[in-house]
């Protein structure tokens, strides 16, 4: 290629505001790897937020983006589906690294195009959803708290699979009586205990419930889905277009993240397919910056729920992007993902 390629990644740790605590364990920090790809003047942004529950980590996502190097700068970047279908062939899994490349291919390729990265999908910004912001989970003084300084959103995710669920959403409605929706994390053990939470929590005023039980106990949760009430929405259930046909009589939704997806192409692939079976879309997040968290929100107009609060959540987020007006999701009208530094380096 004539052009003048630089590509660079690096980690960077993303320190939460508060203790992040759900079915599976607290974190106060993540380590996620964050991708620039510069060509013809023109810089694309990318990031991964590696999760250990698909068995990824930062040092995993530094070894696959080394092996991307040599597809990244010997093909033509215009042609990002060509590129995305080489680097998906490195190697299996991977997911969060190959959605770092598939972000800042497609931030470069529309920047390259001097448009939104929603106008080249043929997206209304207007279209947005409500996104949700997440409560972990915490003690009943300490969820009060956070339900308060959560005043500005109409709806509200609480984290729950902990034996303390009843606890924990009574603190909640102690505080509130907004809408909620329950995200259990696989934190069910068996269909009995699932039912009888989710026949409490049919009383609560609660949109759905996440991922009640363990994603390898399908048949459990297809039990559950006949004798409750609540939608049902898959997570870590569902990685890929792939998995949607088996989940159709499961769940009454999927909760689709880039991360798993492994980028913004396979995501659209499952919001399309997602549709097909008259399933309802949500758009996921991990703990990620505005990097990520702008990309999936140029999705989001295709989307029934937006879960796209990771970047509030951490308190150094070194990149601006979508905003929140009251819950509503504010894309800018920049070009590309929309995402650019705080305090541009070069
Ligand atoms: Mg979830």
Known sequence: MAEKTRIHFEVQRLHLKQTWT?????????????VKLERNGITGYGEAAPNPRYEESAEIVLEFLKKAVP?????????????NALISSLDSGNYSAKAAIDIALLDWFCKSHAIPLYQYLGLDPQKTPITFYSIGIDSPNRIKEKVRRARDFPILKIKAGLDNDEEVITAVRNVTDKPICIDANEGWRDKQEALEKMQWLETQNVEFVEQPMPANQLSDIAWLR????????????????????????AFDGINIKLMKAGGIQEALRMI?????????????????SSVAIS??????????YADLDGNLLIDNDGYSGVTVDHGKLILPEKPGIGATPVTPKD
């Open 22 to 34: 759900i079915a599976r364990g607290s974190s106060d920090h993540r380590d996620n790897v964050f």
């Open 295 to 304: 990309a999936a929100a140029q999705l989001s107009p295709l989307a029934d």
């Open 71 to 83: 597809v990244l700068e010997n093909n033509n970047w215009f042609h990002f589906v060509h590129v």
């Open 226 to 249: 006949e004798h409750t009430e609540l939608p049902i929405i898959a997570d870590e259930n569902v990685m890929r277009a792939r998995d949607i046909p088996t989940l159709a009589g």
């Open 272 to 288: 399309w397919l997602a549709k097909s079976f008259c399933m309802k879309i949500m758009l996921g997040c991990m703990i990620e």
